[in-house]
């Protein structure tokens, strides 16, 4: 008989997930029926579109996105200079409390945003819980648009503000509190501290990187243009991960508070190493607005298949499992040295990159020999660039003679 297949039921902090995927607050959760259409496709729960006071007027841009492409279409990276919930107070009371009502087992979270004021957060806060959100995340992180009025990551680049915000929205809410941080600061602890200090139950890491994507180099146009004119935007999608991981497992090696992660998430790859540098969950936007909520299946069977082979027997058995692989510079060993080898020689076309990136960027230990690639053992110093470049995997890194 094989093994059962692992539970994906997790926990963060006081929420109970049937597995550890949400959708982040952005366009896939801009109203109840995308919410509950991803419901049905299996989504363990959702971050509403962030809910602002009605006072706070919401108008967005045409065009508001702009992307980088690999050669064949696959998205990189993503620039959105998108605002808020457009809907009213009384749209998102209604349809949360549908939502709560067709889909009691899944976790509906209000991502809120108010004046610096914290009296409109805790009113809000209470508006958004009286309607039956699960949870309330504080989104005190959006890099654009907002701040320019004193709101998003003009508060969430503070610990003051931030202490403040969450200690006022702690004071009224019933329901677990998360606070959502910007990556947009030099030292994310400071702020990570000051959400939990002020009585934040789970921090979630990472809202958008402030970005400006490229400018057209005929009209000079910053893209995305807006009647010619642009701004800056946050950087979501693929390339944003390597910085979500890091500000997530930054949390997690000094913290112990829950962790939701985010930024970059579109295989169960990226999920498990979200785990695996301690969150608890994750929330996925780009990825459902660039294939749709139906990846959840993919995500779902693929991280349950990965838990089954390597004998982990649920998602908190992964969780923070690397940690204790990431620390300092100073604390890496010196003492083993890799070398480049040409582990596969036949699939080898002699294109030559290795030897250019070698002879300019690395130590000229590769070279060109009767078409053939030669490496010289005795001049690599085991920087590994060769191995990058190379388009055919060819050249690995081993351990010396
Ligand atoms: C078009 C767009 C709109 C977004 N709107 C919001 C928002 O209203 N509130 C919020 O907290 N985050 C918002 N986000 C940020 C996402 O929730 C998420 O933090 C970010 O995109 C990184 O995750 P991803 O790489 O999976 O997209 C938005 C992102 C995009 C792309």
Not at 82 to 95: Q, R
Not at 341 to 357: D, K, L, M
Not at 380 to 385: N, Q, R, T
Request: overall charge negative; aromatic content about 6%; proline content about 7%.
């Amino acid at each position: 008989m094989p093994a059962p297949a692992p539970s994906l039921e997790t926990t963060v902090g006081p929420l109970a997930l049937k597995n550890p995927f949400l959708l982040a607050s952005g366009p896939p959760t801009t109203s109840g029926e995308r919410i509950r259409h991803a419901f049905r496709l299996g989504w363990a729960g959702a971050v509403t579109k962030t809910i602002v006071p009605d006072t706070m007027e919401i108008r967005d841009v045409s065009p508001r996105f702009a992307t980088w492409k690999d050669g064949n279409s696959g998205l990189l990276g993503f620039e959105n200079i998108e605002l808020v919930s457009k809907h009213e107070e009384s749209y998102w009371v209604s349809e949360i409390a549908a939502t709560r009502e067709e889909y009691p087992d899944r976790i509906l979270v209000a991502s809120i945003m108010a004046s610096p004021d914290p009296r409109e957060w805790q009113e809000l806060a209470c508006t958004v819980q009286d309607a039956g959100a699960d949870a309330i995340e504080l989104n005190v992180s959006c890099p654009h648009g907002m701040p320019e009025r004193g709101v998003g990551a003009a508060i969430g680049q503070h610990p003051d503000l931030v202490r403040e915000v969450t200690r006022a929205v702690r004071q009224v809410a019933r329901v677990p509190l998360i606070v959502k941080l910007t990556p947009n600061v030099t030292e994310i602890l400071p702020i990570a501290e000051a959400a939990v200090d002020g009585g934040a139950d789970i921090l979630a890491a990472i809202n958008t990187v402030q970005c400006l994507m490229g400018i057209d180099l005929e009209t000079l146009e910053p893209r995305p243009s807006v009647a010619g004119f642009g701004t800056y935007g946050g950087y979501s999608g693929p390339a944003i991960k390597p910085v979500g991981l890091r500000i997530v497992s930054q949390i997690a090696r000094e913290l112990p508070v829950p962790l939701i992660g985010i930024g970059g998430i579109s295989r169960w790859q990226d999920a498990a190493e979200y785990i695996a540098a301690g969150a608890s969950a994750i929330q996925v936007c780009t990825a459902v607005m660039w294939e749709g909520a139906g990846i959840i299946r993919g995500m779902n069977e693929g991280l349950s298949g990965y838990l089954s082979r390597k004998h982990f027997t649920g998602v908190g058995a992964l969780r923070g499992r690397a940690l204790e692989r990431i620390g300092t510079h100073a604390a890496l060993s010196r003492d083993r040295r890799l070398f480049a080898s040409r582990r596969f020689p036949e699939r080898c076309t002699s294109c030559g990159r290795c030897v250019t990136a070698c002879r300019d960027g690395g130590y000229h230990a590769v070279s060109m020999a009767g078409g053939e690639v030669v490496i010289a053992t005795e001049r690599c110093d085991g920087c590994s660039l060769c191995s990058h470049v190379c388009p055919e995997g060819v050249i690995v890194m081993l351990p010396g003679a």
